[in-house]
């Protein structure tokens, strides 16, 4: 190896992968292993076109919201239906996955996640990724990367319709008002999504960026200071949406199904 004493011995020739002795490998697999789980999860059961809504209790799965085809279950379509039947490889939450996708896709956060744990760009810190040469995302299909702010607006009027969907779980189709498991599980997924849209980067820059006086603006400054709590637990809140969502949905599928039944409080 070459001496780092001497400035015209050029650049180290290191033949390991890494002198680091601690486990910087877990991270990484941990997070592979959860992102390819519960992406898994999802893609099956957008296929299943089963057991996502309770119309006796108007539960609806996140994952199915809005269902806009002719194929929904009847009580399903809040908001009328678009599409007619669709075929079975075309999953009914047609506009509800790819903006899902591209909007946690495209995340600052998710970004890091994948290209660490999936792509090793790089792996860890003081770790040679297996890529020779680094291009960022300047070309296809990294510059995509560059559309989340996009993918932001469509994710917040989903997330506006999670939020209209939560309303309806407390009243039931039979009649007057109701609280149940599901309903309180509802709502504790829609508040952790919206902590996690809440913080991020491209909401909090359309309500603080381009402002050169804070002072001359100071309704969307304290916004802005307001979002910057949720933006710096933008990891935490990144996995625990995804998590919640995930379990909303194993919980609707559940009850729907009839596996279970939903615990009520109140009705």
């Known amino acids: ?15 390991a992968r890494t002198f680091r002795k601690d486990r910087w490998w877990l991270t990484p697999a941990v997070q592979a292993t959860a992102l390819t789980v519960l992406l898994g999860y999802v893609v099956v059961r957008l296929f299943m076109r089963s057991w996502y809504f309770v119309p006796e209790l108007n539960y609806l799965t996140p994952l199915y919201s809005p269902c806009i085809s002719t194929l929904c279950t009847p009580g399903s379509s809040h908001f009328g239906t678009i599409f007619g039947e669709l075929p079975f490889w075309i999953p009914l939450p047609i506009i509800v996955f790819p903006i899902l996708l591209g909007f946690r896709g495209t995340c600052y956060y998710y970004r890091k996640a994948v290209y660490r744990s999936i792509l090793q760009s790089p792996t860890a810190c003081a770790v040679a990724e297996p890529a020779k040469r680094y291009r960022g995302e300047s070309r296809f299909p990294l510059i995509g990367m560059n559309s989340h702010r996009y993918f932001f607006y469509g994710a917040t009027l989903l997330l506006l319709i999670n939020t209209y969907d939560a309303v309806l779980s407390f009243f039931p189709q039979r009649g007057g008002f109701g609280i149940g498991l599901g309903s309180l599980i509802i709502v504790v997924n829609v ?50 949406s995804l998590i919640s969502v995930t379990l909303t949905d194993v919980y609707i599928m559940s009850v729907s199904a009839g596996w279970i039944g939903d615990l009520r409080l109140v009705n």
């Open 1 to 15: 190896m070459s001496s780092t004493l001497d400035p015209s011995a050029g650049r180290a020739e290191l033949t």
């Open 191 to 240: 508040l952790l999504l919206w902590a996690y849209t809440l913080g991020c980067h491209s909401c909090r820059h359309l309500l603080g960026g381009r402002l050169r006086h804070f002072s001359k603006h100071p309704v969307r400054y304290r916004l802005w200071t307001r979002l910057s709590w949720f933006n710096a637990r933008h990891q935490s809140f990144a996995w625990a």
